[in-house]
């Protein structure tokens, strides 16, 4: 199963980290893996590409986490949660979406960097 945790404080999203594998079809051929791997990269090479934020790529998981949060990064990040959260009705045995917040945001990239 892919898990997404999505960070948030109150109504602004400081990140998502993405992980797992979600099972729906053989490599190469998983519609739910493409779907998740293509939103999170258009996410996190966007956002890279235009704030400061943090992201790390290990093995199989993604995690980012904007710096500041700003009206830009909150609507990049709320659509790509909101497209999870579609995902995840589509495909209930595939992918679980976690809600975490800024604490959890910051332990869990200082736990992956080190």
């Known amino acids: 199963m892919i898990r997404?945790?999505?960070?948030?404080?109150?109504h602004s999203y400081l990140g998502f980290r993405v992980g797992g594998h979600a099972g729906a079809g053989p490599f190469g051929q998983d519609i739910v893996c493409a779907a998740v791997s293509s939103a999170a990269l258009l996410a996190a090479n966007t956002l890279a590409a235009h704030w400061d934020c943090e992201a790390l790529q290990q093995g199989g998981t993604l995690t980012l986490r904007v710096q500041t949060a700003t009206e830009s990064t909150d609507a990049i990040l709320?659509?790509?949660?909101a497209h999870m959260?579609?995902?995840?009705q589509q495909y209930p045995r595939h992918i679980k979406l976690i809600y975490g917040g800024k604490g959890n945001a910051e332990n869990q990239y200082s736990t992956l960097c080190t």
């Open 4 to 10: 997404v945790t999505l960070y948030r404080v109150k």
């Open 78 to 81: 709320k659509s790509f949660a």
């Open 85 to 88: 959260r579609a995902l995840e």
